[in-house]
């Protein structure tokens, strides 16, 4: 392991595609960097994730701009993390009115948003172009517990907390009409899962209830749009194999009384054959088992990361034993 993060190193600016998914749904992707949702109705537009900076959201509003003068009325916040959030500001000149979120996406940025901001910044500096146009976290105007339904004109856009899974307050938005799924990410697809804040026993539980919904098209937190049932199952199939190999591992490795390091190596064996070559798994997985061991040891709510913490976890695991 290098003595840096894996993603410092990561500088290749990745392609950008916005891709149609049915009528109304959108889908911003770019190799494995963060995705972000977008759904144009009759009169007005919504956006699930915003982006991480404003700069970097400009890019998106041009894209959109192309297609519709509408207003962007809505912002949906999949989950609370920096990446998915910062952008916001840039769309208050489009019309934005509500800044959506789940109740417990409020307690987190609440409780952990700017340890969060500057610690996902320094690991990934990369996703963060222009990092000083972000004016400071992002607050959402209207949280919901369960659910909320939005009326876009005809178009209903359900919006839900189905469970955790990579965070405690994670949210999806469902377009019932159409079978368009944003699902954050609660789903992947050839990306690592993130799980340094996740609830690694909830997670299988919560894409059950995914698959329940039907969809036939799904935009995952990163990786490819999922445009056929075959492929949304594949997506679900492959983020419940990344999170219960994981947290099985954790486990074992705690069963075991394994030190990290030893736990890392376990983990490995097991992962690197089936996620070694998916965008982002050397940044993730430290993160990663060191929330699952955690995790499994009865630490129920995540430890929060810090700029600090994370070089801590980064250097001790590359100590000499």
Same mark, same amino acid.
């Given at each position: 392991?290098?003595?840096?993060?894996?993603?410092?190193?990561?500088?290749?600016?990745?392609?950008?595609?916005?891709?149609?998914?049915?009528?109304?749904?959108?889908?911003? $992707?770019?190799?494995?960097?963060?995705?972000?949702?977008?759904?144009?109705?009759?009169?007005?537009?919504?956006?699930?994730?915003?982006?991480?900076?404003?700069?970097?959201?400009?890019?998106?509003?041009?894209?959109?701009?192309?297609? $519709?003068?509408?207003?962007?009325?809505?912002?949906?916040?999949?989950?609370?993390?920096?990446?998915?959030?910062?952008?916001?500001?840039?769309?208050?000149?489009?019309?934005?009115?509500?800044?959506?979120?789940?109740?417990?996406?409020?307690?987190?940025?609440?409780?952990?948003?700017?340890?969060?901001?500057?610690?996902?910044?320094?690991?990934?500096?990369?996703?963060?172009?222009?990092?000083?146009?972000?004016?400071?976290?992002?607050?959402?105007?209207?949280?919901?517990?369960?659910?909320?339904?939005?009326?876009?004109?005809?178009?209903?856009?359900?919006?839900?907390?189905?469970?955790?899974?990579?965070?405690?307050?994670?949210?999806?938005?469902?377009?019932?009409?159409?079978?368009?799924?944003?699902?954050?990410?609660?789903?992947?697809?050839?990306?690592?899962?993130?799980?340094?804040?996740?609830?690694?026993?909830?997670?299988?539980?919560?894409?059950?209830?995914?698959?329940?919904?039907?969809?036939?098209?799904?935009?995952?937190?990163?990786?490819?749009?999922?445009?056929?049932?075959?492929?949304?199952?594949?997506?679900?199939?492959?983020?419940?194999?990344?999170? $219960?190999?994981?947290?099985?591992?954790?486990?074992?490795?705690?069963?075991?009384?394994?030190?990290?390091?030893?736990?890392?190596?376990?983990?490995?064996?097991?992962?690197?054959?089936?996620?070694?070559?998916?965008?982002?798994?050397?940044?993730?997985?430290?993160?990663?088992?060191?929330?699952?061991?955690?995790?499994?040891?009865?630490?129920?709510?995540?430890?929060?990361?810090?700029?600090?913490?994370?070089?801590?976890?980064?250097?001790?695991?590359?100590?000499?034993?």
């Amino acid at each position: 392991m290098n003595k840096q993060f894996a993603s410092v190193a990561d500088l290749e600016e990745k392609k950008t595609t916005f891709v149609q998914l049915s009528e109304h749904c959108w889908g911003y $992707t770019a190799e494995g960097d963060p995705n972000t949702g977008v759904i144009i109705g009759d009169d007005n537009v919504l956006i699930v994730d915003t982006l991480a900076t404003p700069v970097m959201a400009a890019r998106l509003i041009a894209e959109i701009r192309r297609l $519709t003068d509408k207003p962007i009325k809505y912002v949906v916040l999949s989950h609370y993390h920096a990446v998915r959030v910062l952008g916001a500001s840039a769309y208050r000149a489009e019309g934005l009115q509500e800044i959506i979120a789940s109740q417990g996406t409020y307690e987190l940025i609440v409780e952990r948003g700017a340890e969060d901001m500057q610690s996902e910044y320094e690991r990934f500096p990369r996703l963060f172009q222009d990092f000083g146009s972000i004016p400071g976290l992002t607050w959402p105007t209207l949280v919901f517990r369960e659910a909320m339904t939005l009326w876009m004109s005809g178009l209903e856009v359900q919006v839900m907390h189905p469970g955790a899974g990579h965070t405690r307050g994670d949210t999806v938005v469902w377009v019932p009409s159409e079978k368009v799924l944003f699902s954050g990410d609660l789903v992947e697809c050839d990306a690592a899962c993130y799980t340094g804040d996740a609830q690694l026993e909830d997670w299988p539980t919560t894409l059950a209830a995914l698959r329940q919904l039907g969809a036939e098209k799904l935009l995952p937190g990163r990786g490819p749009a999922l445009s056929c049932p075959a492929e949304v199952a594949r997506g679900l199939e492959y983020t419940a194999d990344f999170v $219960t190999t994981l947290f099985a591992c954790a486990r074992q490795a705690v069963a075991a009384g394994m030190n990290l390091k030893q736990a890392m190596a376990h983990t490995r064996r097991a992962m690197d054959p089936k996620f070694a070559q998916v965008f982002i798994y050397e940044h993730c997985l430290p993160f990663d088992v060191v929330r699952a061991i955690d995790e499994a040891s009865g630490i129920r709510h995540p430890r929060i990361w810090t700029a600090a913490r994370d070089r801590e976890m980064w250097h001790g695991l590359q100590a000499t034993d």
